[in-house]
């Protein structure tokens, strides 16, 4: 879960619970059924509920720590994730280069969120979601979360998924590409166009989906997220940072230096300068689509780590 750190987990976790657990839920059910799902479906989703211990135990006592880039890398960018990587490159390469070819978003990036993400897949979480969000979203007296547990609901309700398929992580975040409920309702997709976005154990629907959800976001196909440069000994600290976009022609006029095998790109597309450990650390240029990655998790060293990952796993 350190890839989402800056998400929907980095919320106050003082336990507010400032009504009854069972008055809460009467509430929730009451709002799911006023937004027409129906009563069968409210009833089969939270009749059995109480708050989940794991996930306030999980939500009370979120590390508090403050990660430089070299370190998170260190921990994100293993040798063991990069080859099985490399392995699942090799096995769904067809299915990577059919979904890219209908979403213009490259296999590279794919293979980077879906690396950090869930491991391949492979560490999905097991918390039934309706119970995780109606937990949160009673102790934090979170009206996001408790929205977001009725748009679970609505997934049961048409029939996309029964509650017991509905598992993921503590927070609510669903499947392989750990989607919340409402992202699921707004961008999942099913490859093949037949039946239910199956997020879970599609791999081509988890692919399709993630790929989505960066078109709508604004991906721009044929360009770069992030790439290591090298730069001068005394480069303006109050020019670095995503916000201070320039040119690329400007950057490597002030002597930043694109690597060896670098993509070409024009000299006006624009540009940021990142110096994630300041002077001395790693320094990257990072481009529109690195805003767009952004926006699957709004973190620079995630943004940073996607692109990364994906760069080493096809190296």
Do not use: C
Request: no cysteine; net charge neutral; aromatic share 10%.
């Amino acid at each position: 879960m350190l890839a989402g750190l800056g998400g929907a987990l980095a919320l106050p976790k003082a336990s507010w619970a400032a009504q009854s657990f069972p008055a809460f839920l009467a509430q929730l059910q009451a709002r799911a059924r006023a937004e027409g799902i129906p009563a069968r479906v409210v009833e089969a989703s939270t009749a059995h509920l109480t708050p989940n211990q794991k996930v306030l135990k999980l939500d009370h006592h979120q590390p508090e720590f403050t990660l430089t880039w070299a370190k998170y890398s260190s921990i994100v960018l293993t040798q063991e994730r990069i080859g099985t990587g490399q392995k699942t490159y090799h096995a769904t390469q067809p299915l990577l280069a059919a979904v890219t070819s209908r979403y213009g978003v490259s296999s590279q990036i794919i293979l980077g969120i879906w690396g950090l993400e869930t491991n391949f897949g492979s560490n999905q979480g097991d918390f039934n979601v309706i119970d995780a969000l109606a937990t949160l979203s009673w102790d934090r007296q979170s009206r996001y979360f408790g929205n977001e547990a009725i748009d679970a609901m609505k997934i049961v309700a048409q029939g996309d998924a029964p509650v017991s398929r509905l598992l993921g992580s503590y927070a609510g975040a669903m499947g392989q590409p750990q989607f919340m409920p409402s992202t699921y309702l707004s961008t999942a997709v099913s490859f093949t166009g037949h039946g239910a976005p199956d997020i879970w154990h599609s791999n081509a629907d988890a692919l399709a989906s993630m790929a989505n959800y960066l078109a709508k976001a604004g991906w721009r196909s044929d360009e770069p997220s992030s790439e290591s440069v090298a730069v001068p000994h005394g480069v303006n600290l109050g020019e670095t940072g995503r916000k201070h976009v320039r040119t690329l022609g400007y950057w490597e006029r002030l002597g930043v230096q694109r690597l060896p095998g670098a993509v070409r790109l024009p000299d006006s597309m624009p540009a940021a300068l990142l110096l994630p450990d300041g002077p001395g650390g790693q320094a990257f240029l990072v481009y529109q689509n690195f805003s767009v990655i952004r926006r699957y998790n709004p973190s620079d060293y995630y943004a940073l780590a996607v692109g990364a990952l994906g760069r080493m796993i096809l190296a």
